[in-house]
């Protein structure tokens, strides 16, 4: 059964940092790219970032870029999510998410087969 | 990159069948056969509907389809059941404005 559990969500002031983990189950990790995802309070979805399935390639939504870095431990089955400079408007829910595609499919099929139950981030004073 | 365009909400009764409409540019949506859809219940994760414009995952009820017309996609949901009742969410590959995805706004089915 493949599982991911997101951790590392908390309370944070504004201009401070995180860094959100995923821990993944039940597939080859290593085969596959992975995103997160994040949905603010009562909002839609929003996507912010990808890594390709051995780290050589990653994306960011325009909203974050320059602020988080996306990183993937293979050997620990790991996503994580490093973010700094945070604004209030990133408070959300941050989702983990399987792409379907990655070395098997040689390349990212851009849908999300699997989701964790997301961890909360609160950027307030 | 701006999301993609969904009505807010539709409603149908239990039997009937409903279409959800997803609108984006040539640039996402009308360039690539790359729309997924999401079924999200309150305080649960997404769940994958469709993927790639018209195919449905294992598991998923052959009531859901999908299909694209230009730069439009669709969710037609055949068959109305109360536990359709839900947000719905379409997905498109953006292109090479990010190398990522765009969402659409979300449209909550209301099941009379």
């Known amino acids: 059964e493949v599982q991911l559990v997101e951790s590392g969500g908390v309370v944070v002031q504004p201009g401070g940092s995180l860094r959100l983990s995923c821990a993944a189950s039940?597939?080859?990790?290593?085969?596959?790219?992975m995103h997160w995802v994040r949905q603010a309070p009562g909002k839609g979805l929003e996507w912010v970032s990808l890594i390709s399935w051995d780290g050589g390639s990653t994306y960011y939504a325009d909203s974050v870029k320059g602020r988080f870095t996306i990183s993937r431990d293979n050997s620990k089955n790991s996503l994580y999510l490093q973010m700094n400079s945070l604004r209030t408007e990133d408070t959300a829910l941050y989702y983990c998410?399987?792409?379907?595609?990655?070395?098997?499919?040689?390349?990212?099929?851009?849908?999300?087969?699997?989701w964790g139950q997301g961890t909360l981030v609160t950027v307030s004073s | 990159q701006s999301a993609l365009t969904q009505p807010a909400s539709v409603s149908g009764s239990p039997g009937q069948s409903i279409t959800i409409s997803c609108t984006g540019t040539?640039?996402?949506?009308?360039?690539?056969?790359?729309v997924s859809w999401y079924q999200q219940h309150p305080g649960k994760a997404p769940k994958l509907m469709i993927y790639?414009?018209?195919k449905r995952p294992s598991g998923v009820s052959n009531r859901f389809s999908g299909s694209k017309s230009g730069n439009t996609a669709s969710l037609t949901i055949s068959g109305l059941q109360a536990e359709d009742e839900a947000d719905y969410y379409c997905c498109s590959y953006a292109g090479s404005s990010t190398f990522g995805v765009v969402f659409g706004g979300g449209t909550k089915l209301t099941v009379l």
């Open positions: 790639e414009g018209s």
């Open positions: 039940g597939f080859t990790f290593d085969d596959y790219t």
């Open positions: 040539s640039s996402d949506v009308g360039s690539y056969n790359l």
């Open positions: 998410a399987k792409d379907d595609g990655g070395a098997t499919t040689v390349t990212t099929r851009y849908y999300f087969d699997y």
